[in-house]
């Protein structure tokens, strides 16, 4: 057989599993809450690798390691920013979003929960919500989508177009059928193969080009800074926009709503614990093979790699086994589809749940309403799709966009509701709206000073101070949220008195 028969078999083998997870959730998917929320009941492992896995998406594995390649160490910034908001996470929004949302009327969406926790009448930080997730998400989806195309182009010489038509289809086909369960059993599949091919595939190029001493001296002899954190081409600015990705953790639906899914309070933090290990080790399989891939294809120039987002995808096949090739680059499709499902998932919410239920206020049956989400599914995947297909950004500058929305927009909204009793509705819908915007208007500027900050960080601390100046002027005791705080705040002292 040649070598592309098998890497095409261990593809369709990865694709049949992933089909067959999204009937098995079908059949378990009864109600809206199943579809949108898996009826709260993921146990710490699959929580943990299903935020991990949709987080991390086609960036982990090609744009990480792409930026890495040209740019050197000091692209970790991102990953350390990353690690380190992620675990904040963890630690102070997963168990308090856990416990509140359930006290505060079983909320199953994030705007859900805003609106609850803010007793907003109004209903206007849903529809905002909601339109901000419909706004940012479809261009994170069309990162996914870009991924797969570029995917197929560079590994089996299809046409991007086409490949980013087999892999909309089969992630838009388990999204569709099984929601909330297929996409959370499917992010732990694909967490574990993603795992297991970032660190493959490093271990091997590094005994292949010689060890450590053979990685850094061939790359020394390229540019010495590719190997320093603090290159003097860099400034404080640069490495600061860096690290500022950690910010948006805190206002990512897709990821934050499987804390909303755990089973328990106390399993919060041993799927901690798991997501944690999880992410360092893929990061540091990601710039382990982007440093033995500059080696590597330095010590072989008749293997010339044509896009440096490529260099996993590279790697793979040339140091591996066809078919073991075959599943490697399997952990490429598996952190592309993971994200686009959340994400997908998660729009579908917002148009249903926070849109359409608010705006057309007519009641329907769990069962239409669950075909009203699938509908929802099919069309974000087609505009997507659209947005996608004349591919005019790199991976990680759509991500970027769409990570540095979400956490100027939720962020700091997410943080003051869980933290502070009187945030306000007004201050809330003020703060979300600001963030949103001045990320917007900040990606629009094209001036050397704004290209040099990222534009979370103005979006991040406008959106903060907006929801706290707002809130301070609008803020009346109100006898429902104070109860369910105080109760919310009950539950996690007992939980943190029997640990």
């Known amino acids: 057989m040649s070598e592309y028969t098998y890497q095409i078999i261990a593809l369709i083998i990865y694709f049949a599993a992933m089909l067959y997870i999204g009937w098995y959730a079908y059949k378990k998917t009864s109600d809206l809450s199943d579809y949108m929320l898996g009826g709260r009941g993921l146990g710490p492992a699959v929580a943990a690798l299903s935020a991990g896995a949709s987080d991390m998406s086609g960036w982990l594995l090609m744009g990480l390691p792409g930026a890495i390649y040209v740019g050197g160490l000091v692209e970790v910034w991102i990953a350390i920013g990353l690690v380190i908001g992620a675990y904040l996470n963890w630690l102070f929004v997963a168990p308090r979003l856990r416990v509140y949302s359930n006290v505060s009327e079983d909320s199953i969406t994030i705007p859900s929960f805003l609106e609850n926790r803010l007793r907003d009448r109004s209903r206007l930080i849903r529809i905002v919500s909601g339109i901000i997730i419909l706004i940012f998400f479809t261009f994170y989806v069309s990162s996914g989508m870009v991924a797969g195309g570029v995917f197929f182009q560079e590994s089996f010489g299809l046409g991007y177009h086409l490949g980013l038509i087999i892999i909309s289809a089969v992630v838009v086909a388990y999204t569709l059928f099984g929601g909330f369960l297929a996409v959370s059993y499917t992010d732990f599949v694909q967490g574990t193969i993603m795992f297991l091919a970032l660190l493959a595939v490093p271990i091997v190029g590094l005994i292949v080009t010689g060890g450590f001493g053979g990685i850094t001296g061939e790359v020394n002899e390229i540019n010495p800074e590719l190997l320093e954190l603090f290159p003097a081409s860099v400034t404080a600015i640069g490495i600061i926009s860096a690290a500022a990705w950690g910010l948006g953790y805190f206002g990512q639906p897709h990821i934050i709503v499987r804390f909303m899914a755990i089973k328990t309070l106390k399993e919060v933090k041993t799927a901690r614990g798991i997501g944690m290990g999880w992410m360092i080790l ?31 995808l590279g790697m793979g096949q040339l140091l591996f086994h066809p078919l073991i090739a075959g599943f490697i680059l399997s952990a490429i499709l598996a952190a592309i589809m993971s994200t686009i499902s959340s994400q997908l998932l998660v729009s579908s919410s917002a148009l249903v749940e926070d849109l359409y239920k608010i705006v057309f206020k007519k009641e329907s049956s769990d069962a239409q309403y669950v075909n009203l989400g699938r509908l929802a599914v099919l069309l974000v995947s087609i505009i997507a799709a659209i947005l996608a297909w004349s591919q005019n950004a790199t991976i990680l500058d759509l991500v970027a966009y769409a990570w540095a929305g979400f956490g100027a927009a939720f962020g700091p909204i997410i943080l003051l509701a869980l933290f502070w009793r009187k945030l306000t509705n007004w201050g809330a819908l003020t703060g979300m709206i600001i963030g949103a915007a001045t990320v917007i208007i900040w990606e629009g500027i094209d001036t050397t000073f704004t290209d040099s900050i990222y534009e979370i960080i103005p979006g991040f601390i406008l959106c903060l101070l907006a929801a706290w100046l707002v809130s301070l002027a609008t803020y009346k005791p109100n006898p429902e949220i104070e109860r369910e705080f105080d109760e919310t705040m009950q539950q996690l002292h007992a939980e943190k008195q029997h640990a």
């Open 282 to 312: 893929c990061l540091l399989g990601a710039i382990g093979t982007a440093l033995a891939g500059i080696a590597f294809f330095k010590q072989n120039p008749e293997n010339v790699l044509t896009d440096p987002e490529a260099v996993f």
